[in-house]
């Protein structure tokens, strides 16, 4: 049987993923799934919820970082087994964000390849789509501000960190492109939902040869 694809929207606070994740998978229904990290939901995630909304909840930047990567392998068996079963997966942030926001903090001895490490062996997107925005006026979007994190200086390190991220996790193994940067700036959902239509489509859609036959790991 053909396995399910993996699909992630990577980007910075505020530039549509949410949006263009549900989008994308009522495109891909019945034969879908959207995950968001951090799933909130979990022991470890009811945590990194009360870190992220409560800015006197302190933890060390190295303790947080393992709680992110650890709530993705809370749910690694599951989306292991939707792929294998055939059901699309499209993630809302995953191994791009955790190493992206962390390695931002610049904390002492925890540079990009210390926040790698967690996160090997997870099952690796057939195709990620960063979403990234040269609006300034972006940042001042209705509910940015709201959780930690969302500094408009602070989202400028992590976007200068995604880049670096992706670099260092490039795998040339691979013919086609795995990662692709789509700027958002002046374009509408309609018009992004587009773009990202023509990125999905035709890995979704090609016939199982070799190319999908094994799930890719970081
Ligand atoms: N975030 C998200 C991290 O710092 N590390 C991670 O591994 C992940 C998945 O959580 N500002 C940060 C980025 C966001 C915050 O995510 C909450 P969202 O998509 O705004 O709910
Ligand atoms: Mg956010």
Not at 87 to 116: E, F, I, P, Q
Not at 153 to 179: G, M, N, Y
């Amino acid at each position: 049987m053909n396995r399910g694809r993996l699909v992630l929207f990577e980007g910075l606070d505020r530039t549509g993923k949410t949006t263009q994740s549900n989008i994308l998978l009522e495109r891909l229904k019945p034969n879908a799934t959207l995950i968001k990290f951090p799933e909130r939901s979990t022991e470890i995630g009811a945590v990194i919820d009360r870190y992220l909304k409560d800015k006197t909840f302190e933890l060390p930047d190295q303790a947080v970082h393992l709680l992110f990567s650890a709530n993705r392998w809370e749910m690694a068996e599951r989306i292991k087994q939707l792929l294998l079963q055939g059901t699309h997966v499209v993630l809302d942030r995953y191994v791009y964000s955790g190493v992206a926001y962390s390695a931002a903090k610049h904390t002492d001895r925890m540079d990009r390849t210390w926040c790698l490490q967690p996160d090997r062996g997870l099952p690796r997107p057939d195709l990620t789509i960063f979403l990234t925005s040269d609006d300034a006026e972006n940042e001042l979007r209705a509910g940015f501000g709201e959780e930690r994190y969302e500094k408009s200086e602070f989202q400028q390190e992590v976007k200068r960190q995604f880049v670096e991220v992706f670099k260092a996790l490039e795998d040339s193994s691979h013919e086609e492109k795995l990662v692709h940067v789509v700027n958002v700036t002046g374009k509408s959902v309609e018009e992004v939902a587009k773009v990202v239509w023509d990125l999905v489509e035709p890995v979704v859609t090609l016939p199982t040869d070799s190319t999908y036959s094994e799930l890719l790991y970081f």
